[in-house]
């Protein structure tokens, strides 16, 4: 009798604490997609950050993400504040080169895709900062995985 209560016990604890880590496909919440891509090769480098804190590694188009450290909750939410009331939800820039940079932001089926050239000259000073802060973060995050 003991060892099937204990057993229980075990049981529910596993499931009762089973954590709430999600893939970028599965998330229903606030995502901001960005990357860079082109040039001679064409390979693209993205990454997603979920508003729950976690950051992934890896194109959606691909089918494959890997997820990296996560980041302090307040930190997003700070990067999602900011993303939201500096309008990046609804800007619309469509300016991509041979080389170009972009950046989603996705909350269910709404998605707004802003992409640019390297170089280019009306991209909002706003935006240029947060993307060299996001992949500032994202290159500890890498460095700390290998």
């Known amino acids: 009798m003991k060892i099937h209560l204990f057993i229980s016990l ?15 496909y599965e998330f229903e919440g606030q995502q901001i997609i960005f990357g860079q891509g082109g040039g001679f090769t064409g390979q693209v480098t993205e990454y997603t950050l979920l508003e729950n804190g976690q950051l992934f590694a890896g194109t959606n188009q691909e089918g494959f993400v890997d997820e990296l450290k996560s980041l302090d909750k307040n930190l997003v939410k700070q990067i999602f504040g900011t993303c939201n009331n500096l309008g990046f939800d609804t800007l619309a820039l469509d300016k991509p080169g041979n080389q170009y940079y972009y950046f989603i932001t996705k909350e269910g089926d709404k998605i707004n895709k802003i992409q640019w050239a ?3 000259k009306d991209l909002p000073k706003e935006l240029n900062v947060l993307f060299g802060n996001l992949k500032n973060l994202t290159k500890t995050r890498v460095q700390e995985k290998k």
């Open 10 to 24: 075990i049981f529910l604890f596993c499931v009762c604490c089973k954590t709430q880590h999600k893939t970028p």
């Open 118 to 120: 390297a170089g280019e």
